[in-house]
């Protein structure tokens, strides 16, 4: 610049003295001027080019027009008319002027800067009057000028006022000229491109301009000042975007600037008034109107900056309360996010977030500079934050009073449009700062609580039972908490660790110190014996490496005794897969050995064989002998099954009276046979228990891998073959079989197929006469329950009554027979012509145990229509021989209700004759067995004749079953058997069938 200003003056001096050097010395002026500028641009690099370009095309414009002009004048001696290509020249200059400052101020503020440009207008508007008045309404009141030369004219002073507006946007559109001396240079050489354009004008005006004088030295300032103000370094500022937040009050240079301006109308109605009158009224009252709109306008605006601002201090005083109440980093977040969002709007998009400092930015001078950053700089994890926003506002989170230097603390990125962004920049940073501040406290609270917490830890560490030591690369124990002692039973402080365990873990602690230092690894895990007085401790250790923390510098080994825990667990696992009550192998640990014999006897030549033992009567001894002496017996069982066994062999208990055993490594099927047998006979011989000697027998279930594939199945096979061996009776054993297994399937396809008839009580129930022998009448019917008609085949009544036994169904099962026998029953007394027949319905054990069995049979004697004393149950010497407190209250209950008892196929079981004499018994039913041969064997004549005549003795009726023969109908009634049925009176009927039979002749025919 210095080099140019002393160029720029000699030139001055050579054009002003040596007037025949006019010509080159004005050349040189101009495109110096123009070269500076395109050097300073190279230079400086601003961020936007091309509006100092289109300046120094203004310059190299106006210098081609001056050298045309020189040309003509001085070498050719011709005279230039008015106008010509010399005037197109110098009026080019103007647009192009006025394009490059536009772009200038464009680049200077982002959006619409409306004060600026309201304030640029009116102190455009108040120069342009006297401009009007003093130099363009005279040149088109001039009457010897063409229109070309009065248009022409014009253009002179319109040109310089449209430069002045622009020049004016830009010095508005920042904080004025105040430290930019580009900028100053730029208004100082436009001031002089007015003046000259000015007096240029009114001397063409008055027919008095000359060249060569000293008016231009003007043009040479415009030149020389525009080529300094770009190759200024602060010329690069003039396109850099700069922040503003709307002002309430412009600073007061441009306030008085702008006072001036609108002070222009009354000065030049003065002037015109003292000179004689008021030649301008129009053009003073129309700029006069024009400044007074342009300034209302201005007053609505900064009355919305006031109400912007208030309304953001009040963010700003909300989100400075909410981060003095933050307590985590989170909080501040979201605070600020509050914030951010209250001073963006809700018509904007935006987005913010708190992140590290920036790369470029978090060190140096300029770390706490607010800046324009892109989106896409900060990395794809801040975009995702932003929600893939273009632009960003980087502010530091420091006070702007605070020194440089020391580390930044973080950035509050707010992103959103950029015109928005420099709208708000001011609040973001103030909230950036009051963000930082209360990063910093959050800070220096938890620095307290650290240091509040070392000293809580370290009081821990000398209370805690865990051990801690510190150990040096030489193993030597530096530091060694106070609870070590108890571990060590020596003071390890000084003393080689590895030296400090017992002998067999030696070496192994020895190398897991020197892996931890070798390999890098943060820490291992191991265990180790401290032996120490004969005493032995198991400690469960943890290493950590922190050589490279300066507080510790070493590796920290922690030991944990860990002795009573392990045989803790040793006795959780212990009762986990064993048996509690004989120490045998649970299910779950006999399973998992079923696996590996099964896996070991695909890989071997060896055969896997599994027996299911299920004790019978066992529940006999628990009801007779007590619970103490049953698990007397068990652990009995137990203790001979393991004496039984080979050492390879497995015996369980899979719960109650259940065990199994597994066997490996048999060669054939028949091993596991033989087995099983030697089990049987080995649990024959009677058991010790207590005071009393007990034989138990057992039934045996045996499957092999030969037709399993696989322990569940195994399983499945050897339960199905126990289920066999139970129904075979008692002490035996059985090998499953495929067979039995399609039986097995029949019999759950049965079941199925039973629970749903149960469910909607589709059986069928027929009635079989008794009928009194002596008189052939129907006394009673006995209500006999049926498979319903199925598609599928009709199944016994003895099957799929025996497994509704054994699968609990037949309480449900009794209870429909009991309540619809009641109901036949009621409909055959109605259509009885004499006595009312009494129906006979058949009862299980279990029925007798149900707790709701006598309030069944109390509502089947209120079914509508059933005579009193109508109801007979019939139950079998089973119910006889199991009878209990709970039965005898229950058959009690019974007849107290007015119900008979019957005693069913009498003679088939065990019982005694004292039951029939103990028990509340009305009628002896004799077994169609001991009728089938009294015709062909007088021995089994004698024997049911003595049935009768005890039963009469004992006052009890007696119904023969089973009668098929006229010759068995007369041999009873000889022996004096009142009553009988069977498929010579009548086959079971359906209750239409019954009824019928009451109406119609006897259904037997005389002996």
Same mark, same amino acid.
């Given at each position: 610049?210095?080099?140019?200003?002393?160029?720029?003056v000699?030139?001055?001096?050579?054009?002003?003295?040596v007037?025949?050097?006019?010509?080159?010395? +004005?050349?040189?002026?101009?495109l110096?001027?123009?070269?500076?500028?395109?050097?300073?641009?190279q230079?400086?690099g601003p961020?936007?080019?091309?509006? +100092?370009y289109?300046?120094a095309?203004?310059?190299l414009s106006f210098t081609?027009?001056?050298a045309?002009?020189?040309?003509?004048v001085q070498?050719?001696?011709?005279?230039?008319?008015?106008?010509?290509?010399?005037?197109?020249?110098?009026?080019l200059?103007?647009?192009?002027?006025?394009?490059?400052?536009?772009?200038l101020?464009?680049?200077?503020?982002?959006?619409h800067d409306?004060?600026?440009?309201?304030?640029?207008?009116?102190?455009?508007?108040?120069?342009?009057?006297?401009?009007?008045?003093?130099?363009?309404?005279?040149?088109? $009141?001039?009457?010897?000028?063409?229109?070309?030369?009065?248009?022409?004219?014009l253009?002179?002073?319109?040109g310089?006022?449209?430069?002045l507006?622009?020049?004016?946007?830009l010095?508005?559109?920042?904080?004025?000229?105040?430290g930019?001396?580009?900028?100053?240079?730029?208004?100082v050489?436009?001031?002089a491109?007015?003046?000259?354009?000015?007096?240029y004008?009114?001397l063409?005006l008055?027919?008095t +301009?000359?060249?060569?004088?000293a008016?231009?030295v003007?043009?040479?300032?415009?030149?020389?000042?525009?080529?300094?103000?770009a190759l200024?370094?602060?010329?690069a500022e003039?396109?850099?975007?700069?922040?503003?937040?709307?002002s309430?009050l412009?600073?007061?240079?441009r306030?008085?600037?702008?006072?001036?301006a609108t002070l222009s109308?009354?000065?030049?109605l003065?002037?015109?008034a003292?000179?004689?009158?008021?030649?301008?009224g129009?053009?003073?009252?129309?700029f006069?109107?024009?400044?007074f709109?342009?300034?209302?306008?201005r007053?609505?605006?900064?009355?919305?900056a006031?109400?912007?601002?208030?309304a953001?201090?009040?963010?700003?005083?909300t989100?400075?309360?909410a981060?003095?109440?933050?307590?985590?980093?989170?909080?501040?977040a979201?605070?600020?996010d509050r914030?951010?969002?209250?001073l963006?709007?809700?018509?904007?998009?935006?987005?913010?977030?708190?992140?590290?400092?920036?790369?470029?930015?978090?060190h140096?001078?300029q770390?706490?500079?607010?800046?324009?950053?892109?989106?896409a700089?900060?990395?794809?994890?801040a975009?995702?934050?932003?929600?893939?926003?273009?632009?960003?506002?980087?502010?530091?989170?420091?006070?702007?009073?605070?020194?440089?230097?020391?580390?930044?603390p973080?950035?509050?990125v707010?992103?959103?449009?950029?015109?928005?962004?420099?709208?708000?920049?001011?609040?973001?940073e103030?909230l950036?700062?009051h963000?930082g501040?209360a990063?910093?406290?959050?800070g220096?609270?938890?620095?307290?609580?650290?240091?509040?917490?070392?000293?809580?830890?370290?009081?821990?560490?000398?209370?805690?039972?865990d051990?801690?030591?510190?150990?040096?690369?030489?193993?030597t124990?530096?530091?060694?908490?106070?609870?070590?002692?108890?571990?060590f039973?020596?003071?390890?402080?000084?003393?080689v660790l590895?030296?400090?365990?017992?002998?067999?873990?030696?070496?192994?602690a020895?190398?897991?110190?020197?892996?931890?230092?070798?390999?890098g690894?943060?820490e291992?895990?191991?265990?180790?014996w401290?032996?120490?007085?004969?005493?032995?401790?198991?400690?469960?250790?943890?290493?950590?490496d922190l050589?490279?923390?300066?507080?510790?510098a070493?590796?920290v080994?922690?030991?944990r005794?860990?002795?009573?825990?392990?045989?803790?667990?040793?006795?959780?696992t212990?009762?986990a897969?064993h048996d509690?009550?004989t120490?045998?192998?649970?299910?779950?640990l006999?399973?998992?050995?079923?696996?590996?014999?099964?896996?070991r006897?695909?890989?071997?030549p060896a055969?896997?064989?599994l027996?299911?033992i299920d004790?019978?009567?066992?529940?006999?001894?628990?009801?007779?002998?007590?619970?103490?002496?049953?698990?007397l017996l068990?652990?009995?069982?137990?203790?001979?099954?393991?004496?039984?066994? $080979?050492?390879?062999?497995?015996?369980?208990?899979l719960?109650?009276?259940e065990f199994?055993?597994?066997?490996?490594?048999?060669?054939?099927?028949?091993?596991?046979?033989?087995l099983?047998a030697?089990i049987?006979?080995t649990?024959s $011989?009677?058991?010790?228990?207590?005071?009393d000697?007990?034989s138990?027998?057992a039934?045996v279930?045996?499957?092999t891998a030969?037709?399993s594939?696989?322990?569940?199945?195994l399983?499945q096979?050897a339960?199905?073959?126990?289920?066999?061996?139970?129904a075979?009776g008692?002490?035996?054993w059985?090998?499953?079989?495929?067979?039995?297994?399609e039986?097995?399937?029949?019999?759950?396809e049965?079941?199925e197929?039973?629970?749903?008839?149960v469910?909607?009580?589709g059986?069928?129930l027929?009635?079989?006469p008794?009928v009194?022998?002596?008189?052939?009448?129907?006394?009673g019917?006995?209500a006999l329950?049926?498979w319903?008609?199925?598609?599928?085949?009709?199944?016994p009544t003895?099957?799929?009554?025996a497994?509704?036994e054994?699968?609990g169904?037949?309480?449900?099962?009794?209870a +429909?027979?009991?309540r619809?026998?009641?109901?036949g029953?009621?409909?055959?007394?109605a259509?009885?012509?004499g006595?009312a027949?009494?129906?006979?319905?058949n009862?299980?054990a279990?029925q007798?145990?149900e707790?709701d069995?006598?309030?069944?049979?109390?509502a089947?004697?209120h079914?509508?229509?059933?005579?009193?004393?109508?109801?007979?149950l019939e139950?079998t010497?089973?119910v006889?021989m199991?009878?209990d407190?709970?039965?005898?209250?229950?058959?009690?209950?019974?007849?107290?209700?007015?119900?008979?008892?019957?005693v069913?196929?009498?003679?088939?079981?065990?019982s005694g004759?004292?039951y029939l004499?103990?028990f509340?018994?009305d009628?002896?039913?004799?077994?169609?067995s001991?009728?089938?041969?009294?015709?062909?064997?007088?021995?089994q004549?004698a024997?049911v004749?003595?049935?009768?005549?005890?039963?009469d003795?004992?006052?009890?009726?007696?119904?023969a079953?089973g009668i098929?023969?006229?010759e068995?109908w007369?041999?009873l009634?000889?022996?004096?058997?009142?009553?009988?049925?069977?498929?010579?009176?009548? $086959?079971?009927?359906?209750?239409d069938?019954?009824?019928?039979?009451?109406?119609g002749?006897p259904?037997g025919r005389?002996p």
């Open positions: 610049m210095a080099f140019y200003t002393a160029f720029a000699a030139v001055t001096v050579v054009y002003v003295t007037p025949a050097a006019y010509m080159p010395v +004005w050349a040189v002026i101009g110096s001027s123009a070269g500076a500028v395109l050097l300073g641009v230079l400086h961020a936007h080019r091309w509006p +100092w289109v300046l095309g203004a310059l081609v027009g001056d045309y002009y020189s040309f003509q070498y050719l001696h011709a005279a230039i008319p008015f106008p010509s290509p010399t005037d197109g020249f110098y009026l200059t103007y647009p192009l002027l006025a394009l490059g400052l536009y772009g101020a464009r680049y200077r503020w982002a959006g409306l004060p600026a440009l309201l304030d640029a207008l009116l102190f455009t508007a108040g120069l342009a009057l006297p401009v009007w008045v003093f130099l363009v309404q005279p040149l088109t $009141r001039a009457a010897n000028m063409t229109w070309e030369q009065r248009a022409v004219s253009a002179y002073p319109l310089d006022v449209l430069v507006m622009l020049l004016a946007r010095i508005a559109a920042g904080p004025g000229t105040r930019n001396r580009s900028l100053q240079l730029l208004m050489g436009t001031v491109l007015l003046g000259v354009d000015i007096t004008g009114i063409r008055n027919g +301009w000359q060249a060569g004088t008016l231009d003007g043009w040479i300032v415009f030149h020389a000042a525009w080529a300094l103000a200024h370094p602060s010329m003039l396109t850099a975007l700069r922040p503003r937040e709307p309430l412009p600073a007061r240079p306030l008085v600037m702008l006072g001036l109308a009354p000065v030049v003065l002037h015109e003292l000179s004689g009158g008021t030649r301008d129009a053009a003073i009252a129309a006069s109107a024009l400044m709109l342009l300034v209302l306008l007053l609505g605006g900064m009355v919305v006031h109400r912007t601002a208030v953001r201090e009040q963010t700003l005083r989100a400075t309360g981060l003095v109440a933050a307590q985590s980093p989170r909080d501040i979201a605070a600020c914030a951010v969002s209250t963006f709007g809700p018509d904007s998009a935006h987005a913010s977030a708190l992140m590290p400092a920036l790369p470029d930015t978090a140096g001078p770390r706490a500079a607010t800046r324009i950053v892109s989106v700089e900060l990395g794809p994890a975009a995702a934050r932003l929600r893939g926003l273009d632009t960003a506002l980087a502010c530091p989170m420091v006070p702007p009073d605070r020194p440089p230097g020391g580390d930044l973080g950035v509050l707010a992103a959103g449009p950029l015109k928005r962004l420099t709208e708000i920049q001011g609040p973001l103030s950036a700062a963000a501040l990063m910093e406290r959050i220096l609270r938890e620095e307290v609580s650290r240091r509040e917490n070392e000293a809580y830890f370290r009081t821990l560490v000398r209370n805690t039972s051990v801690i030591l510190i150990v040096d690369d030489d193993d124990v530096r530091y060694a908490s106070p609870s070590a002692r108890a571990v039973r020596v003071e390890p402080t000084g003393a590895p030296e400090l365990v017992g002998s067999r873990d030696r070496e192994r020895r190398q897991a110190l020197e892996t931890l230092r070798a390999d690894s943060p291992t895990h191991d265990h180790w401290v032996t120490r007085d004969s005493a032995r401790t198991e400690v469960e250790v943890r290493c950590s050589r490279s923390e300066p507080t510790v070493g590796i080994v922690t030991l005794d860990v002795t009573e825990q392990r045989q803790l667990e040793h006795e959780l212990q009762r897969f509690a009550l120490g045998l192998p649970n299910r779950t006999l399973l998992e050995r079923v696996e590996r014999a099964l896996l006897g695909r890989r071997e055969l896997t064989c027996l299911f004790l019978d009567d066992f529940k006999m001894v628990n009801d007779t002998l007590g619970h103490p002496a049953g698990d068990l652990m009995a069982v137990g203790e001979r099954l393991s004496g039984t066994l $080979r050492r390879t062999d497995t015996a369980a208990r719960g109650g009276d199994a055993v597994l066997m490996e490594d048999a060669h054939e099927p028949v091993d596991a046979e033989l099983a030697q049987l006979q649990l $011989r009677p058991v010790r228990l207590l005071e000697s007990v138990v027998s039934s279930g045996v499957a030969l037709d594939s696989n322990a569940d199945e399983l096979h339960d199905l073959a126990l289920y066999a061996a139970k075979a008692k002490r035996q059985r090998r499953f079989r495929p067979p039995l297994h039986r097995v399937v029949r019999r759950h049965l079941q197929r039973m629970a749903a008839i469910g909607n009580g059986f069928a027929r009635y079989q008794v009194d022998l002596a008189t052939e009448e129907v006394v019917f006995e329950l049926r319903p008609d199925d598609p599928r085949g009709t199944v003895e099957l799929f009554v497994l509704a054994e699968t169904q037949i309480a449900s099962l009794g +429909w027979v009991l619809n026998a009641a109901a029953a009621a409909g055959l007394q259509s009885a012509s006595p027949p009494y129906i006979s319905v009862v299980s279990r007798f145990r707790a069995f006598v309030d069944q049979v109390r089947a004697l079914t509508p229509g059933l005579r009193p004393g109508s109801l007979q139950l010497e089973t006889l199991r009878r407190k709970q039965i005898d209250s229950v058959v009690q209950a019974v007849k107290d209700l007015g119900v008979r008892i019957a069913d196929d009498f003679g088939t079981g065990f004759l004292r004499r103990e509340p018994v009628v002896l039913k004799i077994d169609k001991y009728i089938d041969d009294i015709t062909a064997d007088a021995r004549f024997l004749e003595g049935i009768v005549r005890i039963a003795t004992l006052g009890l009726d007696v119904i079953e098929e023969t006229p068995q007369a041999m009634t000889a022996m004096d058997c009142r009553f009988g049925q069977g498929f010579l009176f009548s $086959r079971p009927l359906v209750s069938q019954a009824a019928a039979l009451l109406e002749p259904p005389g």
